[in-house]
Nanobody
């Protein structure tokens, strides 16, 4: 099993930046995919982006060019660098790890004020 703990959320003004971290523990293998999802107020949970074991990334159109996902396989940490934040980026951000199943963290709140 895997355990995921997100951190780094907070309140930021529009145009600002935040970096989220996700510490993974348990049976973690660098070959497996990890990702970030978010759920805004009154919205469904949506994919922000993913990173493969080989380091390939893909992003939702809404965050392309502003968000960057990276991972430190030696430390089992996943990152989400968020720049040029907009109020519509507000939500709870969740980290995922996928082997035979997908594991979820509990999330970290990001609030972007206008």
């Amino acid at each position: 099993q895997a355990q995921l703990v997100e951190s780094g959320g907070g309140l930021v003004q529009a145009g600002g930046s935040l970096r989220l971290s996700c510490a993974a523990s348990g049976r973690i293998f660098s070959r497996n995919d990890m990702g970030w999802y978010r759920q805004g107020p009154g919205k469904q949970r949506e994919l922000v982006g993913k990173i493969t074991g080989g380091g390939g990334t893909n992003y939702a159109d809404s965050v392309k060019g502003r968000f960057t996902i990276s991972r430190d396989n030696a430390k089992n940490i996943l990152y989400l660098q968020m720049n040029s934040l907009k109020p519509e980026d507000t939500g709870v951000y969740y980290c995922t790890y996928t082997d035979y199943v997908t594991y979820w963290g509990r999330g970290t709140q990001v609030t972007v004020s206008s």
